[in-house]
């Protein structure tokens, strides 16, 4: 049987697929401890960058139905079991990951595979791809992080749409609504994808993941929690080998070496 998850790392660059093609690239529990040793491996391999994409027509159909059966007589799966074991612990793991996420978005994005989707830090969707918020049609709700994102990415009027009607939602709609960072044809999106991460391999990636722990963090915070959170990172970064690679390099009129560190 092939491998549910491949990891390839290359250098810096580090590229998960997710790979259930048939089904859609929906998840089994066997398929999540798959996902949770590549991001160990990614970890320590320190890369500068992670990419997600996934394989075949679809991106992520969310959970496989079938491995979370809810059996005609037979008695309720404790969802919630499984949402604390796999998805949370997903969830949580890639916005806390010390390096930008590209989640290249290829095919149908569906239910928690949408919201895994939404996860990243730079989501891009090929045109054909989808993004459908499905849990209400089998009789569940978001999860995956689904009602913290929406309405913070999309506002609450179209986060309500989006999670109580469960209707499809196109690429382009999703890059005009702001859900994701952008849209490229269907024949783009893997040199769109390399592009981007061989340019974020050679970024200063400590300031990128100060970045991505702010912007994250400035969902909950005041301005004043904000500016000193601002103030602290900042001081960090300014110790940094890449920050004074950074002056030096602008004060000789050269292209920096950030070594990420
Ligand atoms: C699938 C799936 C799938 C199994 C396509 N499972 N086989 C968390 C905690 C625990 C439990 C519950 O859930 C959660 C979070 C969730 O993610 S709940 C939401 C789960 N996902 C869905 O409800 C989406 C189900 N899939 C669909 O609605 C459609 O497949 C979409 C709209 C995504 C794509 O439609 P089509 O392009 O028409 O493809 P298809 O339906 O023909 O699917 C292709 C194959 O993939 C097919 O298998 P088959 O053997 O018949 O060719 C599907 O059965 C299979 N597949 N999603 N989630």
């Known amino acids: 049987m092939a491998d549910s998850i491949l990891l390839d790392?290359?250098?810096?660059?580090?590229?998960?697929?997710?790979?259930?093609?048939?089904?859609?690239?929906?998840?089994?529990?066997?398929?999540?401890?798959?996902?949770?040793?590549?991001?160990?491996?990614?970890?320590?391999?320190?890369t500068r960058v992670l990419v997600v994409t996934g394989a075949g027509r679809g991106f992520c159909a969310g959970q496989d139905l079938s491995d979370r059966a809810a059996a005609p007589g037979a008695a309720p799966v404790d969802l919630g079991h499984t949402i604390e074991t796999y998805y949370n612990p997903l969830v949580r793991r890639l916005r806390a990951l010390a390096m930008p996420?590209?989640?290249?978005?290829?095919?149908?994005?569906?239910?928690?595979?949408?919201?895994?989707?939404?996860?990243?830090d730079l989501?891009?969707?090929?045109?054909?791809?989808?993004?459908?918020?499905?849990?209400?049609r089998i009789g569940l709700m978001p999860d995956s992080g689904g009602t913290w994102f929406l309405p913070r990415l999309v506002g609450p009027a179209r986060a309500a749409g989006l999670a109580l009607l469960g209707e499809s939602l196109t690429a382009a709609?999703?890059?005009?609504?702001?859900?994701?960072w952008k849209m490229v044809e269907d024949d783009a999106l893997a040199g769109e994808i390399d592009a981007l991460a061989a340019h974020l391999a050679v970024q200063p990636t400590r300031a990128l993941a100060a970045i991505k722990?702010?912007?994250?963090?400035?969902?909950?915070?005041?301005?004043?929690?904000?500016?000193?959170?601002?103030?602290?990172?900042?001081?960090?970064?300014?110790?940094?080998?890449?920050?004074?690679?950074?002056?030096?390099?602008?004060?000789e009129k050269r292209k920096p070496d950030f070594r990420g560190a």
């Not at 569906?110 to 989707?117: P, R």
């Not at 004074?244 to 004060?251: D, K, M, P, S, W």
């Open 9 to 46: 790392i290359a250098g810096d660059i580090a590229r998960i697929t997710l790979n259930r093609p048939d089904k859609l690239n929906s998840f089994t529990a066997a398929m999540h401890g798959r996902l949770a040793a590549a991001l160990d491996q990614v970890e320590a391999a320190r």
């Open 101 to 120: 996420v590209i989640v290249g978005v290829n095919g149908v994005a569906a239910g928690a595979g949408a919201n895994i989707a939404l996860a990243g």
């Open 173 to 180: 709609q999703a890059a005009q609504w702001g859900l994701i």
């Open 213 to 251: 722990a702010a912007l994250q963090v400035s969902w909950s915070n005041g301005l004043d929690a904000q500016l000193d959170l601002e103030r602290d990172l900042q001081r960090g970064l300014g110790a940094s080998a890449d920050y004074r690679e950074g002056v030096t390099a602008f004060i």
């Open 123 to 136: 989501v891009i969707a090929a045109r054909s791809a989808k993004f459908i918020q499905a849990f209400c």
